[in-house]
């Protein structure tokens, strides 16, 4: 089965800071897509990215870039220059293929960040 | 990406009773999901509602406890029954992102606290 390890359950950084957000996963799948969503407080799950598994290109928005690594199975994300708006809980997820080719999302523990001003 | 709501946004019910979590996306979709995210925890997939057919429901979660309907292609409707303080959580449904194999965009989600 597939499974996301994020073993940072929480972080605190000053502004300005960069900090980087570990996620590793396991699957059997030789296609799958991994993906970043961030919880602000108000609880919405809001999408960041999608990576597919044949693209270890990394890629970068803004203050924001991911790092792809397949040897490793692992999909970290870096913030730059971090801001008190981004304090969220971030959630990786890997995909899951299921019923009718619709694909589910498993994902991982959640790592709290807190910016402090 | 698709614009979903859900209603209620939160609840406060009774152990024992039943709610129904409503949720609307304003375009066509394939499949919809529904999610739960207990008190500091992840996410856990319920169940996959495919319109026009019964829901898949993930291992631990049965079709008893959380009846779901899927009448067309921008609705559903997640049912929590006989409701125990174990149920407090989040409920959020999320739809497949059109073109974006995986994506899932998420609903604001629904809080619920059963007392």
């Keep these: 089965a597939q499974k996301v390890t994020q073993a940072q359950t929480e972080i605190s950084v000053v502004e300005k800071e960069d900090v980087t957000l570990d996620c590793v996963y396991e699957t059997r799948d030789t296609t799958y897509y991994l993906f970043w969503y961030k919880q602000p407080p108000s609880g919405e799950l809001v999408f960041l990215i ?3 598994s044949f693209d270890e290109q990394n890629e970068i928005s803004g203050r924001y870039s991911w790092n792809f690594q397949k040897s490793t199975s692992s999909f970290n994300f870096t913030i730059t220059a971090s801001q ?3 304090s969220a809980v971030y959630f990786c997820a890997l995909s899951e293929k299921i019923i009718q080719g619709a694909q589910k999302l498993v994902f991982g523990q959640g790592t709290r960040l807190t910016i402090n001003p | 990406s698709a614009v979903i709501s859900q209603k209620p946004s939160r609840d406060i019910c009774q152990r ?5 979590i409503q949720c ?3 375009s066509q979709v394939t499949m919809m999901f529904w999610y739960r995210q207990q008190p500091g925890q992840s996410l856990t997939l319920i169940a996959t509602a495919n319109q026009g ?3 898949t429901y ?3 979660f049965v079709i008893d406890k959380f009846p779901i309907s899927r009448p067309n292609l921008t609705f559903s409707t997640l049912t929590v029954s006989n409701m125990s303080p174990e149920d407090s959580s989040i409920y959020l449904c999320s739809v497949d992102g059109t073109g974006r194999i995986g994506t899932q965009y998420f609903g604001p989600g629904t809080r619920l606290l059963v007392l």
């Design chain 2, 24 to 26: 609307q996306v304003d």
């Design chain 1, 84 to 86: 008190v708006v981004d």
């Design chain 2, 58 to 60: 993930e291992s631990g």
């Design chain 2, 16 to 20: 024992g009773t039943s709610l129904t």
């Design chain 2, 53 to 55: 057919s019964e829901a």
């Design chain 1, 50 to 52: 999608r990576r597919n």
